[in-house]
């Protein structure tokens, strides 16, 4: 527990009437790359500049290594961030963008030169020095980017949406570079996007923002396999959510049939949300599944086929099946009990994680 | 397709005809001119005066370290101006304000001043209340300045702050990121980013001001001799057209030589230390 670099407790930040972050405590610990994932506006940034001292919160403190520095200048903070469009300086070439921190310390020379060196064979750009930022693609600016900010040795490297304007491609391959990197320099990440599929791949733990608030933290299996709440499960993954009441422990009704389930530690009879997962679905013979749906439309994913289907109640059922289905058909959908997951209306972080631990410790 | 051009083409006539009329003709014309003496004999005499005749040169000297005072005063009363109005509420409004004195005729505003400067003026009768005697402010090389810069102020204000407007806040955002002082943020970042700005002020200012000719008279009370004088002088008192003209050419020569060293040069090939 000693080693958590930056906590951010109770704040909040206000704009006139508008709350963009609304009571947030976070804790980040030393060396682990952390995701705060949220849809554009729920705050993420906001924390990100909060930390790096771009913004002061309304409310509410910012530590870190344990000292408070809501009064601390951004250049004095020992963070540094990877700007969403880079901002690399457009009059300077390569080398004077990543030594521009070092010059400004007032390095000696050989030292700017060593450490230059290193950062971007790190970001493998050596040989770059002397090119201008106009003269690269936006992977090698995203690098320089990266650079500049880890010459100078951070122990909290912030990055906001670094990745979002490179396509599909170069995004898969940066998202390696940057665990890599990551492990390589062992200081921590903290990493903002809105991409669910990134922050899954990515993290070592996730925020979850929505409305300003944070929904959910966790690691990407927990916040996958047991999302919080309805904004969890539709934003993290595809999901299908349906709604049903609790019967008792371990045993949950839903589209007028009682199901075995793994969930426990709820009122009987509590209205409850149940999500299972598209990839959770198997298909079969009408009288084999759980479900009775009728197929009605799908499209062809690559490694999977996307099945829409309606059950008679009209619920969609989204599926994902490594074999096709017909158009029209009508087939059955099975799932096992731990497939489904439970969740109670508007349940708090700490109580959801305390019922879990309730029935889960057993 | 065809008439697209045609069209296109009939969209360049009128600026066409505007530079060849007011512009490409009266630069010929004047250089034409520049080649006769005063009884219409051609001669390189005029060149010939102009570089051997002390006057002339002290007058340039003259007229450009005025205008350089001059673009100096206005630059550093516009940048910080043009900096707060970057941040400044309402900056709609602000700017209004500074572009508002240029729909006023030069003479006009000129004309004001003498009365505020003058003997019995605004600024003498407020440095009466504290006993001070009236000073001569009208015809100093001061007043002649402080007249000029104001004139000129909005012409300086203008591009820097469409500058600063430009510059990406991420760019000082970063640089304070990385460890910079607010101080080193400026020297490095943002005024190399908006130095186009700077240029495109000083251009606009130091050129006019090397001709300036109306304020040297009315406010400098002739004291301030510029090549705008003389050429003044030449074309309307002594009638010496061809003298006139090559003040004229000497003078637009100058406009070339500030344009390329303020213009924007390829920074390919620069080399850095």
Sequence with gaps: ????????????????????????????????????????????????????????????????????????????????????????????????????????????????????????????????????????????????????????????LLLDEPLSALDAKLRKDMQYELRELQQRLGITFLFVTHDQEEALALSDEIFVMSDGEVQQSGTPVDIYDEPINHFVADFIGESNIVSGHMVKDFVVEFNGKEFECADAGMRPNEPVEVVLRPEDLDITAVGEGKVTVDVDTQLFRGDYYEIVAYDDAKNEWLIHSTNPAKDGDRVDLTFDPEDIHVMRLNESEEDFDARLESYEGE | MKKNTATSLAFYVPYALWIVLFVIAPVILIIYQSFFDIDGQFTLGNYATYFQSGTYIMMTINSVWYAFLITLVTLVISYPAAYLLHYAKHKELWLLLIILPTWINLLLKAYAFIGIFSQDGGVNNFLGLFGIAPKQILFTDFSFIFVASYIEIPFMILPIFNGIEELDEGYVNASRDLGAKWSQTFTHVILPLTMSGVKAGVQAVFIPSLSLFMLTRLIGGNRVITLGTAIEEHFLTTMNWGMGSTIGVVLIVAMFIIMFLTGERRKKGAKRA
């Design chain 1, 1 to 156: 527990m000693s080693n958590v670099i930056v906590e951010l407790k109770h704040v909040y930040k206000r704009y006139g009437d508008t709350e963009v972050l609304k009571d947030i405590n976070i804790e980040i610990e030393q060396g682990k790359f952390y995701t705060l994932l949220g849809p554009s506006g729920s705050g993420k940034t906001t924390i990100l500049r909060a930390i790096a001292g771009f913004l002061d919160v309304s409310e509410g403190e910012v530590f870190f290594n344990g000292e408070k520095i809501n009064d601390v200048p951004a250049n004095k903070r020992r963070v540094n961030t990877v700007f969403q469009d880079y901002a690399l300086f457009p009059h300077m070439n390569v080398l004077d963008n990543v030594a521009y921190g070092l010059r400004i310390q007032k390095r000696p020379k050989a030292e700017i030169k060593e450490r230059v060196d290193k950062a971007l064979k790190m970001v493998r750009l050596s040989g770059y020095e002397n090119r201008e930022i106009s003269e690269l693609s936006g992977g090698q600016q995203q690098r320089v980017a990266i650079a500049r900010a880890i010459v100078l040795e951070p122990e909290v």
